[in-house]
């Protein structure tokens, strides 16, 4: 077996395994959401909104690998099963039978949840001096809350 990167007590590996395994788990969701919207969204504003939903969830299906790969790197399970995702994630599953306002709110909180879940990440990762796991988090944060933002100023 290969050494991780640092040399974390299981304590912490766990801890930080957790955390990476729930900002997956909300990537992962949120990767649905944006694909099942980019697809049922309907609207004046139709092409816009379909590019822009296509957008996120190209970003967030990378974003959701280079977190499992670092689950990997501190030699943890990477969590793999849609059901144990659902289960982990704070964002919610939607039928994407809303408006094109009410998706833009749903995708909206979900970027901020996962901005704020990666925030703990960050935190968590920088007081066990994984500062590796601190840098992926602080990066994928940034992205999320660009997102968040984005959508944001659509509702004006
Ligand atoms: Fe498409």
Do not use: C
């Amino acid at each position: 077996m290969t050494q991780p990167a640092i040399a974390l007590s299981p304590d912490a590996q766990k801890e930080i395994a957790d955390a990476l395994n729930q900002s997956v788990a909300e990537t992962v969701v949120t990767t649905m959401l944006a694909q099942n919207f980019h697809w049922n969204v309907k609207g004046m504003a139709f092409g816009e909104l379909h590019r822009l939903f296509q957008e996120i969830y190209e970003d967030h299906f990378q974003g959701q690998d280079d977190l499992a790969e670092r689950i990997r790197a501190i030699d943890a399970h990477a969590e793999g099963m849609l059901a144990g995702m659902l289960d982990r994630s704070k964002v919610k599953e939607h039928d994407g039978h809303q408006s094109d306002r009410e998706m833009i709110e749903i995708l909206m909180k979900a970027e901020e949840t996962i901005a704020a879940t990666l925030g703990g990440l960050g935190e968590l990762a920088a007081s066990h001096g994984d500062t590796l796991t601190e840098d992926l988090a602080i990066e994928r944060g940034r992205a999320h809350e660009k997102f968040a933002w984005m959508l944001r100023a659509h509702l004006g």
